[in-house]
C-alpha cells in the first residue's frame, strides 16, 4: 500500500484485486466487506460484476456438495458478465481513521450501481447457512420426488438469526471458530426431531446426553431457557460463553453449580463439593486440588445454619467463590464432562 505513495511511478506496485466478499454473490444481495482492502486508508476504485443469466447463475456464494458446479456451466450456451469500474473512492478523514465506515460507504456505493440490497450477513454466515441445508437435503431428498412446496417445508435451517460475528466477539477471530459452529449446527439440527428449529426438553437432554428423567436436567435446561426460546442461537451463544476459558458469566456459574448439585439439593455440601474436583486431571487447568484446598475453608466463613455444623453452599455463595478464581467452573465442566464446547 505504500509503494502506491512513491514519487517514481516505476516503483509502484500493480493495484492489487480483492474480492471484499470473500465469494461471488448473487445480484439480490450484496454481503458485508471484509476490511482488508480498507486498513491501509488509500483509494480504492470498486469493480461492480453483474451476472446475467437464464439457466444457472454463476455467480455463488457456497457450493452445495456433489453440485456439479463446472458442469452446470454448459446448462446454457452463453453466460453474460457485466463489468463496471466506479468512480475511484477517496477516503474521507473519519475513513481512513475507521476501515469498518470506509468499506460500509464502498459497499453502499457498490450496491447502488448494482441495484442490489445490503444484507448483514457474511461469507461465513452463507457456509454455516450451507451447512445445514448440506444435511437436510441428505436426511430429507434421497429417494424422493421433490416438489417444491416439500422443498420449502421439509429442507429449512434455522439458525435463530444467528451471526457469526457474534461468536467471533466471544471467542475472538479463530479459524476454526467457524468449523466448530457447524458441528455445533449439525448436532442441533439432528437433536431437534420436531424440525421447529427450538429445543424442547427431550431434544435438548439428547443433544447434551443427559438423563430426561433428571430433576438436575431440568435445571440445566432451565439455566439456557431463561425465558428465552432455545433456537439455534441462543443455544450457541450460551454454549460459547462457557467455552472461554479462564473467563466466568452468568451462564457458566449456574451449569457450573447445577452439575455439582446432584442431588438437587439446591445447595452443596462438601463431598459434592469436593466430588466437582475429581477427575478432571487431563483438564488444562491444573492444581485443581489446591485450589479446592483453598475454597473450602472460604466457603466455611459463608456457611448456612446445618445440623451437625454441616458445610452447605448456597448458589450465591458458590457465585462468589467461582466469581474470585475464574478457572473454578471450567475445572467443574471438565470433571462432569460438560464438553459440548467450541474449542
Known amino acids: ?35 482488508g482492502a480498507f486498513v491501509s486508508g488509500h483509494p480504492v476504485q470498486a469493480i461492480a460484476l453483474d451476472y446475467k443469466s437464464v439457466h444457472f447463475n454463476p455467480a455463488h456464494i457456497v457450493n452445495r456438495k456433489n453440485d456439479f458446479y463446472i458442469l452446470r456451466h454448459f446448462t446454457q450456451f452463453v453466460s453474460y458478465l457485466k ?27 457498490l450496491a447502488a450501481a448494482l441495484g442490489a440490497k445490503l444484507t448483514d450477513a457474511c461469507y ?20 424422493i ?64 446426553k443427559l438423563k430426561r428423567g433428571s430433576k438436575q436436567s431440568e435445571r440445566i435446561y432451565a439455566v439456557f431457557n431463561d425465558g428465552e426460546a432455545i433456537d439455534f442461537r441462543h443455544f450457541a451463544l450460551v454454549i460459547a460463553s462457557c467455552s472461554v476459558q479462564g473467563k466466568t458469566n452468568t451462564y457458566k456459574k449456574n451449569i457450573a453449580f447445577e452439575l455439582c448439585d446432584e442431588a438437587s439439593k439446591g445447595y452443596l455440601c462438601e463431598n459434592s463439593f469436593r466430588k466437582s474436583f475429581q477427575g478432571g486431571s487431563d483438564s488444562p487447568v491444573l492444581h485443581s486440588e489446591k485450589k479446592l484446598s483453598d475454597l473450602v475453608p472460604l ?27 475464574n478457572n ?16
Do not use: W
Request: glycine share 4%; net charge negative; aromatic share 8%.
Open 83 to 109: 463489468v463496471s469500474a466506479l468512480p475511484v473512492h477517496y477516503p474521507t478523514t473519519e475513513e481512513k481513521k475507521d476501515p469498518h465506515e470506509f468499506a460500509s460507504s464502498v459497499r453502499s456505493n
Open 145 to 208: 420426488l421433490i416438489t417444491e412446496e416439500y422443498y420449502k417445508d421439509k429442507v429449512r435451517v434455522h439458525l435463530g438469526g444467528l451471526d457469526v460475528m457474534e461468536i467471533h466477539s466471544i471467542l475472538g477471530h479463530n479459524l476454526s471458530t467457524l468449523k466448530a459452529v457447524q458441528k455445533l449446527l449439525e448436532q442441533f439440527i439432528v437433536a431437534d426431531v420436531s424440525e421447529d428449529g427450538k429445543l424442547d426438553f427431550h431434544e435438548f437432554c439428547s443433544m447434551l
Open 328 to 343: 473454578i467452573a471450567d475445572i467443574i465442566l471438565e470433571t462432569h464432562g460438560f464438553r459440548l464446547l467450541l474449542t
Open 299 to 325: 466457603a466455611k466463613l459463608h456457611k448456612d445454619a446445618a445440623p451437625h455444623n454441616e458445610l452447605r453452599i448456597s448458589k450465591q455463595v458458590f457465585a462468589e467463590l467461582v466469581s474470585a478464581d
Open 1 to 35: 500500500a505504500e509503494s502506491r505513495s512513491h514519487p517514481d511511478p516505476s516503483k509502484r506496485f500493480d493495484p492489487i484485486l480483492i474480492f471484499p466478499e470473500g465469494t461471488t454473490s448473487k445480484v439480490e444481495y450484496l454481503l458485508t466487506f471484509q476490511h
Open 124 to 143: 461465513e454466515d452463507a457456509k454455516l447457512y450451507r451447512t445445514g441445508l448440506n444435511l437436510k437435503e441428505k436426511t430429507r431428498t434421497q429417494g
